[in-house]
């Protein structure tokens, strides 16, 4: 099983920058694509951003231009650089990793964006 910690959330005003990290542990050796989803409240859960084991990205066109996910494979480490904030971008955000039996979750982090 993988196991993942999300940090990195926390309040900013709109216009600011914020990085969240997701650090994985247990069965990391099977893990294959990572990324983020977001849900703000009454809203459908969405995916902000992924990357591949290879580093392939892909990006809603909500958050392109302004996000980019990168991951340290030697780290066991995602990251999700976030600038040019908006209050619509508040949200609680949940890495994911995927293996080929099951897609972990961690816990989620708060983002809130004041305008």
């Known amino acids: 099983q993988v196991q993942l910690v999300e940090s990195g959330g926390g309040l900013v005003q709109a216009g600011g920058s914020l990085r969240l990290s997701c650090a994985a542990s247990g069965s990391i050796f099977s893990i294959a694509d990572m990324g983020w989803y977001r849900q703000a409240p009454g809203k459908q859960r969405e995916l902000v951003a992924g990357?591949?084991?290879?580093?392939?990205?892909s990006y809603p066109y909500s958050v392109k231009g302004r996000f980019t996910i990168s991951r340290d494979n030697a780290k066991h480490t995602v990251y999700l650089q976030m600038n040019s904030l908006k209050p619509e971008d508040t949200a609680v955000y949940y890495c994911?990793?995927?293996?080929?039996?099951?897609?972990?979750w961690g816990q989620g982090t708060q983002v809130t964006v004041s305008s």
């Open positions: 990357i591949t084991s290879g580093g392939s990205t």
């Open positions: 994911y990793a995927d293996t080929i039996v099951a897609r972990a």
